[in-house]
């Protein structure tokens, strides 16, 4: 038996995540100028308030220094501002300035009409998709992962 790259769900699912976040990133790039990495430490930092870079990078799936990057260009953008985090001298604590607040006030909106594309686009199976990523993620063991 030959392995088949195009029929292995892993890599299946990289290739269906990566177009529809370049399909969204068309979308939010052409309101906002942003990247990828960019718009998701202003929409983690809209939900979640002041975090650290620890936090964000944790939470938004990127490498610290890509994140790091990020927030330096959305803070000389006016978007963030960096201050000392109160738990731990160590870390940089991020929070969205009035400014930041705004741009994320439109881009939800766009994320939210995205979304709704999507879901149509998917129709039926829309939900059965979304309880099959929230076990993936949840990291549910009986989907294969063995100890």
Avoid at 14 to 33: D, I, L
Avoid at 56 to 63: E, G, H, K, P, Y
Avoid at 69 to 93: F, I, K, N, P
Wanted: without cysteine; proline residues 3%.
């Amino acid at each position: 038996m030959t392995f088949d790259l195009d029929a292995f769900l892993p890599y299946r699912l990289s290739v269906a995540a990566a177009r529809v976040s370049r399909r969204f990133a068309a979308r939010y790039a052409a309101e906002s100028g942003l990247t990828i990495p960019e718009w998701r430490v202003l929409a983690h930092l809209s939900r979640s308030g002041t975090v650290s870079v620890r936090d964000i990078t944790a939470r938004v799936n990127l490498d610290k220094s890509i994140v790091s990057r990020a927030a330096a260009r959305l803070e000389q953008a006016g978007y963030l501002r960096r201050s000392g985090h109160r738990g731990d001298r160590r870390l940089v604590a991020l929070e969205l300035t009035d400014a930041g607040r705004g741009l994320m006030d439109r881009l939800g909106r766009i994320a939210d009409a995205y979304q709704a594309d999507l879901l149509a686009e998917l129709g039926q199976d829309a939900p059965a998709l979304r309880r099959a990523l929230e076990r993936l993620i949840a990291g549910d063991r009986t989907i294969g992962d063995h100890p």
